[in-house]
């Protein structure tokens, strides 16, 4: 399969383009930009610095990716973008690379769909099957599991965690970790419940959600101390492979705090 480069998109000659490439009109594309296989630019693309794109992602027009990253600690140095395949990033998306004093790659796994406005800051960590609503902005250095959901101009905090299957509520400001399964919602954002909706269309089972939703209210309740309810789900429902990986994502950062029900917590 030929590449189809359009007459007036620039491109770099030491650029890696892979089979079917299509790259529209008024794109750039830098020198250490390495497009997979059927990869299309739409137009007025703008690629730069060390950006890997995986196969047949689509990218609208002014897509922005690789400038150096907004963190004034940055020096200048190896920093880079890696995207998995079958990406699409809508109209006004900006990705940056990771940075010379923390990690030095901003990571995007496969499937994820960026929509019109969204931004990813330096050394994000997005893992697969994430869906970024329209105006989304991601602060620096966060960490965002499989199949998240991120609605419409919410905004999340650098060095944030939000677990697999969580889905953010529109227009939530999401200042703390925000648990597998959960769901918030509001500025500063709370914990709302789990995402039941989210689960039932992704084919979790009636008893995985009962479990869930069980250990939810156990870790939420308002008797005792968190530590303490934390133990008592890990006892309770240990044997459930869901409610085990939201105690051990909050036992690995138990620095961070976490978005919890207005109640408290």
Known sequence: MTVDIHNTAIVDPQAELGKGVKIGPYCIVGPDVKLGDNVELKGHVNLSGNTKIGAACRLFPFVSMGYEPQDLKHQGGDVGIEIGPRCTFRENVNIHPGTDIGKPITRIGHDCYFMVGTHLAHEGQMGN???VSNGAQIGGNV???NHVTLGGLCAIHQHTRIGDHAFVGGMATVLKDVIPYGFVLGNPAHMAGMNV???????FTREQIRELRAAYRLLFAQEGTFAERLDDASALYGNFDLVEEIV???RAASNRSLCMPKHGG
């Not at 909706?197 to 084919?203: E, I, Q, S």
């Open 197 to 203: 909706v989210g689960l039932k269309r992704r084919g």
């Open 248 to 250: 051990a994502f909050i």
């Open 129 to 131: 099957n994430v869906i």
């Open 143 to 145: 960490t965002i599991g």
